[in-house]
């Protein structure tokens, strides 16, 4: 299978603790993206890159929050210090750099905070 | 800040029944793209519409993007039960290209 993966697909922790997700994008993909969803509602950019570079981050994401993507090809989005309204669907996306660029979903981690 | 509004948030439609789903955008959009998700699934892109007054077809799918560039629809002919999902827009933030502010979705029940 040559689609966008993530690791866990769901993850139960308690407040406080850290947590991190793991995404690994369609291969020849540079761009990669981080979503939140939450029920009901459509997804919310978080940040993106481009290769190994953080691009944007939304004013969404807070200090507790930090992505990374060391080598240009998977990346890690850690969420510190949880909280219960961190519960949601966490998202990545990847996307080849060029003119009506697509991004191709992945299946999601679903975070719950107990 | 941008925002994007779909309506109706929930459709049941009867087999066979045509369905419509409408965006509308608080900015001119450079572009809008159409996602579906199915239950329990993630988003699988569907289209993206650049010009003011396009309308693309698919099978039984039909996007328009309006005159202003601030409006979108979908419409589905004859629905199936393989159509059930939401179905979102999304366009690009007026600030940044990259970053897609989507709608909150319309949610499509098919009842066999």
């Known amino acids: ?18 947590v991190t997700f793991r995404c690994d994008p369609i291969s020849e993909h540079n761009r990669l993206y981080w979503y939140r969803q939450t029920l009901g509602q459509g997804p919310e950019f978080l940040t993106y890159f481009q290769n190994e570079a953080q691009l944007e981050k939304s004013r969404l994401l807070s200090d507790r ?7 240009g090809s998977f990346s890690t989005l850690e969420i510190q ?27 999601g981690t679903r975070l719950l905070v107990l | ?20 789903t409408y965006c509308n955008s608080s900015t001119t959009l450079s572009n809008i793209q159409w996602y579906k998700q199915r239950p329990g699934g993630h988003p699988v892109f ?15 799918l039909t996007f328009q993007f309006g005159e202003a560039k601030k409006n979108s629809s979908l419409h589905i002919t004859a629905t199936q ?32």
């Open chain 1, 1 to 18: 299978d040559t689609g966008v993966s993530q690791n866990p697909r769901h993850k139960i922790t308690k407040r406080g603790q850290n």
């Open chain 1, 65 to 71: 929050f930090s992505a990374e993507r060391p080598k």
């Open chain 1, 81 to 107: 210090r949880t909280e219960q309204g961190d519960s949601a669907m966490y998202l990545c996306a990847s996307s080849f750099a060029g003119h009506q660029e697509t991004q191709y979903f992945g299946p």
């Open chain 2, 1 to 20: 800040g941008q925002q994007v509004m779909q309506i109706p948030q929930y459709q049941h439609v009867q087999e066979g029944e045509d369905f419509t």
């Open chain 2, 46 to 60: 569907l289209i993206q519409l650049v010009k003011s007054g396009e309308v693309k077809k698919q099978k039984r």
């Open chain 2, 81 to 112: 039960t393989t159509d059930v999902g939401t179905y979102f827009c999304a366009g690009p933030n007026r600030g940044s290209a990259r970053q897609l502010t989507f709608g909150s979705g319309t949610q499509l029940t098919v009842l066999p």
